[in-house]
């Protein structure tokens, strides 16, 4: 690994910022170094240590540029960061320098015909609330939807609450335009539109700083939130596959746990018979006439409702799934890690059966419904009782040689997560916009080789 | 086949009615008893002459439960119509008797949360409209969308614009409640709920009068209508395939035609360069910008746009899709018929190509991307050039031979048709609602054994 650690006057630097925020508290700086890479006992200790010199806060976009043409001129490696709610370090700088914290760039420019075009540093939840007023919400979302930035999401994640219906952030459609401001000698800001957008999205903020973004809006459904359990983990499974396949119904999230995993969920306890394996569902209300005759079909039992109007009130269901049910169970046991899957398209889900059975109590099943390419599939964000590297490294192995997909997330290494291969359009982007290699260096494999 | 012919004394039948509209005019009578089976030259032979004696057009329920006591009093047939657009003379009477007109009951209860509840004989066009001021739109529609009403599409139809989204019909979800006038001694008025409108659902009017129906909506895009032409059929068959399993694409109508079929659009014609295969979309407004990649990666050609604004301008693309390109293709030769199938699933889409190859001009491919239990595959509704009963029979089980699902619309026998079997749950339902056999009879093959 080239190092990369550079001397730099940070007395001078910030003088020639004068104007923009910036913070050098150590600690402060430390914190904002880190984000949810703990999850991995991997990752935990390959990062530890790993700091900041300086955090940089722009509130505009002719701030970044400035930050931008500072840094290059410097040669300071710079890691942006949303709000650094990461799972794979992707905020952690390998290499010091600036972490460029784009929190404050929360500007919502417009909304308008089901298109919003916003500021990176915007939330999620904030953008939501924003959309609402028209009719309007965030086609997907992660379960961190209340911290989130737009930037950090269409950077670093892939999808989540609503993926049951629109699939991945990848997927041609989801992404419309994105600004990006190069670390070159003299920075640019570009816009991207269209395809053009797949040279940024989910480039782990290596490929230029994203100022701005245009994302299409779903129609805001009025949302129902239900519990279902089941005695069986197979049936809760298969009822999971047949309400994603069932296309007249209309939803957001279809979730599905083994056992034990419910037991993780203190706050909704009462609803969660000892067990039990369940399924979290969002469902449009205008759905919920026929939910009843499937859930009748696969022997399940209604145990929570929580209806439209009562959003805003009590526990918030998808606060519990995608990573969140990680969260919950680590902070029960924080020998808890995890996996990330895609199981095959195969509605029999024989894959997931084999694993369920295969690993036991080992790797507790936590699926994740989703659309990929046209049909929906179990992802999956299983539970894993670590014991050591070498075990884990033996579960992901038996899960590719089944046939499953993993998308590691014990790695600061993109290829190594999930991508395998670095997209050659993405490179090419990248010696555009960041000729220096500054910009989160050390996360390319295909670039430690030269 | 049982003969029902009655001896009615249609003054007595018609004062104890007082009140009730009805129409005796030969000519008007004759022409209420016809639908769009003219469309196969087998139907137009089978049902040439077949006439009711009287048309009956309640205005009420009220009046539904009187005309429905007459009939059952006296054991007239009664074939119920809608706007009389189905294609396989459903709205024929075979023996006579009441054809029952509902396209009075025009009443829109109400409509919200996306949800509509309305009289079985209001057009799709018409709630279409009054969906719109609240933001929403019927989910499917056949292309006879401005002239059928909605009883007649549940009762007879099976999808359409916007199946590429929420499925068929039939699909669980896609129909939420119903009500219906039974022909018992002492006619009801039942409301059936969820699972249950399955009993009545596409039941051809033999289950039921049906009054009233509540349906769920979708919510209302800007639509932009578009056509795209190929130089290759397959080429243009993929790109229909793959835009439908985009995930991020928001669509309604995917419709792909093989040449010459472009060629019977004359009002089209300078969008539809000579010997091209064509593309007709329906896609949201705020998934254009991405288009535009996805037809350069097939090779297409964008020839014609028509924004959402102008949505009610000039020519509906929808008007030469579904069942109207046979339409328009007869309109020419009036020799062609047509195919109803079913494609496996397959995003290769081989046996798509196999017939192509195999049937050459006979068979004109028309290709209709729905979603079918999760997945998109093309349906199609392919045009032939008829020459004999034996040929057409002689293509059906060609295709049926290879994995092709067909739903022949060259019989007026419920099971010969795209069912197969007749749903049990749907004759114990007839048995109750209709205890004397008078609706629509001799439609059923399972009541003719017996
Ligand atoms: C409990 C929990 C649950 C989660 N659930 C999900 C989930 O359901 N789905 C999912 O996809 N992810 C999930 N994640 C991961 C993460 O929360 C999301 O991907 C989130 O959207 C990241 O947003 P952020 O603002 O925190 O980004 P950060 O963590 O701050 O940044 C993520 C990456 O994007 C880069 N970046 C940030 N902003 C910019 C910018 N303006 N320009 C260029 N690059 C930028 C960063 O450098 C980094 O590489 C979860 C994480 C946790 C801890
Ligand atoms: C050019 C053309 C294009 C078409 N395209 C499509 C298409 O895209 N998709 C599609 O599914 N169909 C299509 N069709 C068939 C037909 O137009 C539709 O199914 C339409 O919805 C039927 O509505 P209608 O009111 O005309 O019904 P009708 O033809 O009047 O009736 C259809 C059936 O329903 C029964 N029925 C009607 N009303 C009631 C009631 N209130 N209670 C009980 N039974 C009732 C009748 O007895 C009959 O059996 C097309 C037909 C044509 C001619």
């Not at 290059?72 to 890691?79: K, L, M, S």
């Amino acid at each position: 690994m080239t190092s990369m650690e550079v001397e730099v006057n940070w007395e001078v630097f910030v003088a020639a910022l004068a104007g923009v925020e910036v913070i050098t508290d150590a600690a402060q700086v430390a914190k904002l170094s880190q984000d949810y890479h703990t999850f991995s006992p991997i990752l935990q200790r390959d990062l530890a240590g790993k700091v900041g010199d300086i955090v940089v806060r722009p509130a505009t976009e002719a701030e970044v540029l400035r930050v931008a043409a500072v840094c290059a001129w410097y040669r300071i490696p710079v890691t942006v960061r949303g709000a650094g709610t990461g799972n794979y370090g992707q905020c952690v700088p390998l290499h010091g320098g600036v972490i460029l914290d784009m929190s404050r760039m929360q500007r919502i420019g417009w909304i308008e015909k089901g298109v919003a075009r916003l500021e990176a540093g915007v939330k999620l939840a904030a953008l939501d609330k924003k959309a609402r007023e028209s009719g309007w919400e965030i086609r997907m979302a992660p379960s961190t939807y209340r911290t989130a930035t737009l930037g950090g999401f269409v950077a670093g994640g892939s999808g989540g609450i609503g993926s049951i219906t629109y699939g991945q952030l990848r997927d041609r459609g989801n992404l419309l335009a994105l600004k990006v401001v190069t670390l070159e000698d003299e920075p640019r800001a570009i816009e991207l539109r269209g395809d053009d957008v797949q040279k940024v999205n989910h480039a782990w903020g290596v490929n230029g700083i994203i100022t701005e973004l245009e994302i299409p809006l779903a129609p805001a459904y009025p949302w129902v939130e239900l519990i279902v359990t089941f005695d069986d983990f197979m049936t809760a499974a298969s009822f999971g596959q047949a309400l994603g396949d069932a296309d007249g119904i209309v939803k957001k999230l279809i979730t599905v746990f083994a056992a034990p995993i419910p037991t993780y969920f203190a706050a909704l306890r009462q609803y969660l018979p000892e067990e039990s394996h369940a399924a979290f569902l969002i469902v449009a209300e205008s759905s919920l006439e026929v939910l009843p005759g499937l859930i009748q079909e696969y022997g399940g039992k209604l145990t929570y409702q929580k209806s439209a109007q009562d959003a805003n009130k009590g526990v918030n269901l998808w606060e519990f799934t995608w990573n969140h049910t990680t969260l919950h169970a680590r902070s029960v046991d924080s020998s808890i890690t995890y996996l990330q899957s895609l199981f095959p398209l195969d509605k029999s889900l024989q894959t997931v059966e084999q694993m369920y059975h295969y690993f036991g109590d080992e790797v507790m099943m936590h699926l994740e419904f989703i659309r990929v390419n046209g049909a929906v599939i179990p992802a999956a964000l299983q539970l894993v009782r670590y014991t050591t590297e070498e075990r884990l490294n033996e579960i992901i192995r038996y899960h590719e040689a089944n046939g499953v997909f993993i998308a590691n997330p014990h790695t600061y290494i993109i290829e190594d997560g999930g991508r395998k291969q670095m997209d050659p359009e993405q490179l090419k982007f990248k010696q555009m916009v960041d000729p220096y290699g500054l910009m989160n260096p050390g996360k390319i494999k295909a670039l430690m080789a030269s």
